[in-house]
């Protein structure tokens, strides 16, 4: 008898609960703070169909999950060729908040890094975009990845901020490398609220499909982005999307993905699926573990490797 597919998730969630593996981020008190045995699971189908198992109701911080749709809009709206210019799409094998910047372009190796990413946020919206107009930019994109209207966690975010001193350095280094125009401060205050954003691993499931599905939300109908830049996105996912461990991920589990360190990862399989997971407790890479373990087992168990 086939299982169906909630049971399946809670399946997973309950099998890939290790318990104490893994430390919460603690470099801010709000992510310190959050219960550490919260687990859920979501899946979306390429015809919008949402699963959920365990807590999916639970709200946390994208993170840098946000990254590769803020790429997306990036991508969307100034060309691929000159966001390339700017952010390269090498890995760096590095931790996400190295300095990886390529020695002869002085571009950031690629825009899943804390460096690349404060690099993409600047070229969201029109060159002459004020800093207002580009955080509406990145909220309503955000918002059309998930389909529904998302927040920014104003306590997240100031907790950020006043503790962003090595990502201000690295938007001063790409400032006086002549990659990024305008105010470094300003990039920096803008990545961090595009981070800030509050999901569920319900909204999570509905943006990786968004992605997996060539750029249209399954659930609202809306295309978000094309299916080029979709195309892109997935390929810097696949290779960058979860840093140090990237080769790892890819070869165990095969699904381009995103970890943030709320303890979030989603995946998107082309044309197939989106998944994604929460759990606080994170590896030495950053990535959560029951989240890592979760993609393994549900990569196994549905032969999701791309491979
Ligand atoms: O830039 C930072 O430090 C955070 N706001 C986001 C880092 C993050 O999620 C790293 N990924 N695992």
């Not at 961090?192 to 569920?200: E, I, L, S």
């Amino acid at each position: 008898m086939k299982t169906p597919v909630p049971d399946y998730l809670l399946e997973i969630r309950n099998a890939c609960s290790v318990g104490e593996d893994g430390e919460l981020a603690s470099y801010i008190p709000e992510l310190a703070a959050v219960d550490p045995d919260r687990f859920a699971v979501s899946a979306c189908t390429l015809d919008g169909v949402v699963y959920t198992a365990g807590d999916a109701d639970a709200e946390f911080t994208i993170q840098s999950m946000s990254k590769p749709f803020v790429y997306a809009l990036a991508l969307r709206d100034r060309g691929i060729a000159t966001v390339l210019e700017k952010v390269g799409v090498e890995p760096s094998g590095d931790a996400f908040n190295e300095i990886s910047l390529e020695p002869e372009t002085g571009r950031p190796e690629n825009p899943m890094i804390n460096v690349g990413a404060i690099t993409t946020h600047t070229l969201v919206g029109p060159p002459d975009a004020t800093e207002i107009e580009r955080d509406t930019a990145v909220q309503e994109g955000l918002s059309a990845f998930a389909g529904r209207p998302l927040d920014v966690d104003i306590t997240v975010l100031d907790s950020e901020l006043r503790t962003a001193f090595r990502n201000r350095a690295m938007a001063n280094l790409v400032r006086a490398g002549g990659i990024i125009d305008g105010d470094p401060d300003e990039a920096v205050r803008g990545y961090t609220r595009q981070c800030a954003y509050r999901v569920t691993v319900r909204d999570l499931a509905i943006m990786a499909v968004t992605l997996a599905a060539g750029g249209v939300n399954p659930v609202t109908k809306e295309r978000v982005v094309s299916a080029e830049v979709a195309r892109q996105v997935l390929a810097v996912m696949a290779t960058c999307g979860m840093y140090d461990a990237a080769g790892d991920w890819m070869s165990t589990v095969g699904i381009p993905a995103k970890s943030g360190v709320s303890g979030g990862i989603f995946g998107s399989l082309p044309a197939q699926v989106g998944l994604g997971v929460f759990s606080p407790r994170l590896d030495a890479h950053g990535h959560s573990v029951e989240g890592v373990r979760a993609f393994e087992r549900m990569s196994r168990d549905l032969d999701l490797h791309l491979m």
